[in-house]
């Protein structure tokens, strides 16, 4: 879009246009409602993402997704609004970045937050009636030793009902009428071809009235206990007889045979009075006891500790060291004595041009215990376990993060060294103080005012490293007792990660509150590390 | 007159939507009920194969549309993801309406109820009796198969002829006569791969779960005890003699065979194609026993299932109960994806050396079972077999308690 025009408001009372619709004068109009070049550049980029709205719209209302169809809406009318509007429009810069941050930030947010206090996860997938419908198809079982028949779909007047040939005649029914045998009917190698009264539908309509076949159970006789016929292929039926039968109005499981009545709990299963659970359950609010696991689980309690402790320690040892290390090679190369500075300088960058998860992914290949290159080239074939020993994982973590961390610390230092003011330097040496001196009382003091906020967000960053411990270790080696598999080297993100992935067993429900749980940690980090720094300016 | 304008932007996007609308509703509405002279069908079924079937696939679900007019949009999933995925959106309604993979996936998706029950009727006994099996759960059929794979010893015939060995320890001593760099290679990787390692366990008479008479499985975990603690104690040992290491992942295994550092190594049917490719002479034979029993490798199925929640449950029946069925088909299918047909009169037809070989070896094995509770088991498993091989572990009996009271609490944590 041209942005040429002035945004001075036009009076309603403005002179008529001239007849192409184009204003001639300058000043007195704003872009957004002239006919000027840039408007019809609008028009188009704003149809397109109506169109796109209105796309989505029809789409969510064909399956159903009311939330997500009145969110489009809005935003139709919200877009449509505020770029053709002359009071909505310095909205117009913020609407973009809004919808954005509506979708991806606090719609995820509140999505995670929901799903805490949920057991959603292996087992307790989807809703009450999908599971009572899955339970009632799984426990549905084929009349043993019964016949396979070939079966024909008829419709009479919009009812469909089934034809197959029972003991050599000719029988139809329908969901309401059990096979009786009819007159007349044609039967072509053991298949009905044609029946009085019935029109036979062929694989063209069946396919349009999938479902209603489906779900079709024609009794096989007035006795319920003789099964009823169904089928899934519409061209073979087969006797079947459930095992279970759903009671809506009590809300209960009775097993046909033995009579065992299964009654739903509070953690979303239908379950007998001795204990026995049906699958698959649902989904349940479980209030806060996905947030207190972590802590009363005593099997998880104590390696949860032990990673919480290593989270702090890594994302601690992690700053520093780079920190360390960043700000010694910047003062080092920062020394006008030093020759050839800029080419070190673009050396030292280049572990951070290098995309950090690769990084990570050939260091694994590089410490590896027996082909490694450091174990075989570096330490002539010394056969020192890197990644599989406990504590060593833990250095080789710490180490790899050194590696792949210090450049940003060198550049962020190089930055802030060179714009302290070499005046002040120079007047502490003139009054006689020492190199180190000067660095302590002087130089760093000037340094943190620049770079503590940048040190917070690397902790923060840090302690949500999620694809350095995922791609070097795995969060390996593990622990050995813990009913999830984590291991020494995890962080919290990691364990997350492990808790709602990694045994085999999915646990959203957890997995999301431990993700919460570390939000309000790091946000109460940042929140103080932010007002000590703040003290640290006013120095 | 100002007020045009706004109504004018209005009227354009409404004219750009109605095309987009048109258009969209079209391919929406399923053809109508006029009886036709050819049944031609149209619709579309949406399926899910990961990166390693879909290239077999392919030709079958064109000659599928080919045959019913059903369209069959093949969509790539990594394998990696695919199971996760099918469990997450089939409640949602998003998922597909079939999906190909292994038969172990049908526990978890039943315990989801993401999958739809199949009846094969007459077909079933057309069928090896293992490879329907493999797909049924408690008295339920919930997939259809096409392909059996499992794990043989292969051997390198340019290092050595002859296998003579009649254990496994003979079999490694034989090996070293060949004075390569590795004996026996079997992959492991950092998180272990007890898939690899299964026949020198079921050796041992330790079966990961027992079995009722019928090969079913039940929950009850069968490698606890004096047989696993042997096991354990004998998996120790090869860690320490160097046959078992864990910084050989399955592409290092597969490597070194191919540069001949080795004249055996234990995998499967996915990787002889590359070697047979690279011009090696290969021989595959059955797992020599370690623990004095046979040694018994997993034998996998490949097949489809259909999502309990299909919006056309007709045609993906259709698709899979009575094309995938066909003799043309898994003979197809042999073709393009190397592995033994899952139907009885396709498989006998199979004229391949290596393929009789791992037939051969498989013929003592189990179905990987495919109860829910075997997915609490991989990660334990295989983390601990690699805690005993690296030597982390001390004690092997311990170790190896520890993980079954590891298995049990996770198979009780998901009750």
Redesign the interface.
Known sequence: MSHQGTQVEIPDEAPPRTPSGRRTGVGDTSHARSWSRGFFVKLAVVAIADAVSVYGILTAVAVQSWGVAAFLLAALVAITWVYFSRRGLPAKYLLPGLLFLLVYQLFVMGYTAYVAFTNYGDGHNSTKSDAVAQILVQNEKRVEGSATYPLTVVDKAGTVGFAVVVDGKAEVGSASQPLTAVDGATVDGGKVTAVPGWQVLDFASIAGRQDEIVNLRVPFSSNPDDGSLRTQDAQNGYLYRSALTYDAAADSMTDTSTGTVYRPDSRGSFVSPDGTALTPGWRVAVGFSNFTQMFTDSRLSGPFTQILVWTFVFAGLSVLTTFALGLFLAITFNDPRVRGRRVYRSLLILPYAFPAFLSALVWRGMLNQRFGYVNEVLLGGANVPWLTDGTLAKVSVLMVNLWLGFPYMFLVCTGALQSIPTDIIESARMDGASPFRIFRSMTLPLLMISVAPLLISSFAFNFNNFSLIYMLTGGGPSFTGTPVLIGHTDILISMVYAVAFGSGLKQYGLASAVSILIFIVVGLISWWGFRRTRTLEEL | ??RS??LA??A??TL??AA??GS??GS?S???????AK?????TLTMWVDETRIDSMKPIVDEFQQQTG?KVDLVQKVSGDIR?DF??Q??T??GPDVIIGAHDWTG?F?????V????L??KAKDFSKSAVSAFAY???QYGVPYAIENIALVRNNKLLQDTTAKTFDDLVTQAKTANTPFSVLIQQG??GDAYHLYPLQTSFGAPVFKQKDDGSYTNEIGMSGDAGAKFAAYLQKLGKEKVL????DGD?AKQAFLDGKAPYIITGPWNTTAFTKAGMDISVLPIPSAGGQEAKPFVGVQGAFIS??S?????A??FV??FLTTEKVQTELYKSGGRLPALTAAASKVDDKVLAGFNAAGSTGAPMPSI?E???????WG??E??LI?G??ADPAG?WT?MI??IQ??IA???
């Open positions: 007159m100002r304008i706004p932007a209005i354009g996007v750009a939507l987009c609308s969209g509703s929406g399923t053809a109508s009920a006029t009886a036709s049944p031609t069908l149209s619709g059903v996760t469990v997450s089939v409640p309604g998003q978890e039943v315990n989801n109820g993401v739809a029950t199949v009846q009727g007459d408690n008295g339920q950092d998180k290491d864990a910084s050989i290092k309990a929640k919006k056309n449950p007709l045609l029946q259709e109960v009575n829910p075997m997915g609490s088991v991989w990660s334990f983390t601990t690699v805690q690296n982390q572990a170790a520890t009271t590891n609490n996770a944590t998901k009750k």
